[in-house]
């Protein structure tokens, strides 16, 4: 039946990956895009992957869809002809996708046994860490303590993805960008009532959810990464109803900035403060009295850093993205 | 009790996906974007609220009914405004609905 339910799910998601290549409208291929993370999402979940399966549909089906679609806003709806022949192109694609294929034969089987990381380190996450970290959510003690080095990096990714984007696009500080509400408002507030009545009763459920999300990731699915991503979405909600312009009253982009930077800082400064007493970069267990309190004071505020800085980054990047359409359109005129 | 509760949520659980079906189906056979789109968000929204209603009825645990009425409650809340903000943005653009009025005259 998993197997029927696999099969039924891949090809769907193959279908709209040859969809999405023949496709010119990208607006077309932006929705078909959407499709294709919720479908990876409900794939997730059939193989239990049910972190990486909210991950997905918070990514896939939500954020990066609204910010595609911004994108295409500012860079048109339709894709232009080729400019030249693609031969080139393609055969680097087939050479890189052949060698990758080629690669992947040396690794073991999906769920093989005794390939060596289910030999060594899958047993002793799965044996040790509830009594090493003590969280019930074995994803969590991995991705927060086992391998915090390697989250830092992730988060760091995505703030320096934020900072290029505020380098290449800022506009935010534009001086007609305080005026008040503005004529968008009115319009909006004219032609979209109902869904704004809806929205308004919505969001705080979608933020309650983010928060759920954010401080319940240690003893079930979910952690920082996606309620950041949640969180976002309802504020890009938020923005897109009642205006950018209401948006940015509520909460200053520069209010943004610093939150982004905060939760790297955070981050890093649970580690150094580890490192101060004596122990390892982003050991936690020195931070309480008992090493099991520290582990989850530890996990709770890198969760709590990597909300922030996901958060924030997404805002800031729709904000920029926004930002840069309507001075493009003011330029115009 | 037992098997009335077991049936009452197959029968749901049936005609969810037979409305799911045919609103599949409407998607395809229905001759303009408004008559699909009608199709779509009528059977869809009535489609999901059976379904959950018939997994409320085999869930035997209090958390889970509660969670199914909460993704019930939101199902009620987001797909009709779905529809509305398509067909908005459809009549937005300008495509006209096509009317039976047109085509006799048309005749």
Redesign the interface.
Known sequence: MELFVNVILLSFLLAIALAIVRMKDLFAVIMLAGIYGLLSASFFVVVDAVDVAITEAAVGAGVFTLLMLVATVMAGRYEQGARHKPLLALAVVFITGSLLIYGSLDMPAFGYGPAPDHQHVDSHYINESMSEVGVPNIVTAVLASYRGFDTLGELLVIFTAGVAVMALLSTLYDSHSNLGTGPENKWLYE??M??RL??K??IP?IMLFAFYIQFHGDYGPGGGFQAGLILASAIILYAMLFGIRTAKQVISPRFYQCLSAFGILLYGGVGVVALLNGEHFLDYSVLFTDPLAGQHVGIVLVELGIGCTVFSTMILIFLNFYERKNNQLDGCQ | MDTVISVASLLCLLLGSFLCLSGGVGILRFPDFYTRMHAVGVTDTLASAMILMGLMLQGAEANVVIKLIIILL?TL??NP?AS??LA?AAM?SGLKPLLNMQKSKRG
């Open positions: 032609q979209q109902p869904i809806v929205v009763i919505l459920f | 939101m809340f987001i405004t509305y903000a908005k937005y």
